[in-house]
C-alpha cells in the first residue's frame, strides 16, 4: 500500500479555521468510512482525534470535525487555538485488516 | 484508565536483535488486537501489521515480513515486537496501537519506544 497523501504543512492565525486533506485511493479511503485522525504534539505519542470519518472521541473538542468525498478526507479545525499546533496524521482502513497511514501534515498557529 | 506503557529506550549495534514490550492495563486485553507503527526520525507513521489478542495470530504489512515478529503473553496482558539482524534503516519510534473491539481503527496508541541501531 501507498502512504495516504497529506500537505506537508499548513498555519493559520488564533481564531481561525484551518482544512488538511488526505488523499489515498480507490482501495482505502474511497472504499470505507473508517478514516481516522491523529493529533502529535512535538516529542509525543499520537492521540487519536477523529475515527470513522467524522466521529470524536469523547473529550476532543467540537472545534474538530471530519469529513469524506470519494477518495480525500479532510480534517478541520476550526477557532484555532495555540495548543492546537502539532503535526497530523490520517489512516485509513484498507481492506482484508489492514491500515495505511499519511505523511502527516505540521500545523503552526501563527 | 486504559494504557499501554513500552519498555524503556534501546541502542543496539548492527546485526543484533531487540524486544520491544507493550504492557496493556485499563481494560481486558484479550477483547482488542494490538498494532504495532513505525516512525521513522521526522517521517509519519508506517503500520507494520496487528496481532489479535484473541487467537495469537499475527498479520503483517508488506516490508514488515521475515525479521519482525509480534508475539504476546496473555498472562501478564503483553504484546510484544521482536526485530532480529537490525539495520540502521530500523532506527525509529516503535509505538503499540490498541485497535478498536468493534471497529476498524485505532484508539489508544503506547507511550513509544525508540530504537536506536548504530555501530
Known amino acids: 500500500q501507498s502512504a495516504l497523501t497529506q500537505p506537508r504543512s499548513v498555519s493559520g492565525s488564533p481564531g481561525q479555521s484551518v482544512t488538511i486533506s488526505c488523499t489515498g485511493s480507490?482501495?482505502?479511503?474511497?472504499?470505507?468510512?473508517?478514516v481516522s485522525w491523529h493529533q502529535q504534539p512535538p516529542g509525543k505519542a499520537p492521540k487519536l482525534m477523529i475515527y470513522?470519518?467524522?466521529k470524536r472521541p469523547s473529550g476532543v473538542p467540537d472545534r474538530f470535525s471530519g469529513s469524506k468525498s470519494g477518495n480525500t478526507a479532510s480534517l478541520t479545525i476550526s477557532g484555532l487555538q495555540p495548543e492546537d499546533e502539532a503535526d497530523y496524521y490520517c489512516?485509513?482502513?484498507?481492506?482484508?485488516?489492514?491500515?495505511?497511514f499519511g505523511g502527516g501534515t505540521k500545523l503552526t498557529v501563527l | 484508565q486504559v494504557q499501554l506503557v513500552q519498555s524503556g529506550s534501546e541502542l543496539k549495534k548492527p546485526g543484533a536483535s531487540v524486544k520491544v514490550s507493550c504492557k496493556a492495563s485499563?481494560?481486558?486485553?484479550?477483547?482488542?488486537?494490538v498494532n504495532w507503527v513505525r516512525q521513522a526520525p521526522g517521517q509519519g507513521p508506517e503500520w507494520m501489521g496487528w496481532?489479535?489478542?484473541?487467537?495469537?495470530?499475527?498479520t503483517y504489512a508488506q516490508g514488515f515480513t521475515g525479521r519482525f515478529v509480534f508475539s504476546l503473553d496473555t498472562s501478564v496482558s503483553t504484546a510484544y515486537l521482536q526485530i532480529s539482524s537490525l539495520q540502521s534503516e530500523d532506527t525509529a519510534v516503535y509505538y503499540c496501537?490498541?485497535?478498536?473491539?468493534?471497529?476498524?481503527?485505532?484508539?489508544?496508541w503506547g507511550t513509544g519506544t525508540t530504537v536506536t541501531v548504530s555501530s
Open positions: 496481532i489479535n489478542t484473541n487467537t495469537g495470530i499475527p
Open positions: 489512516c485509513s482502513y484498507a481492506g482484508s485488516y489492514t491500515w495505511v
Open positions: 485499563g481494560y481486558t486485553f484479550t477483547s482488542n488486537g
Open positions: 496501537v490498541r485497535k478498536y473491539r468493534n471497529g476498524y481503527y485505532m484508539d489508544v
Open positions: 480507490s482501495s482505502d479511503v474511497g472504499s470505507y468510512n473508517y
Open positions: 470513522d470519518v467524522s
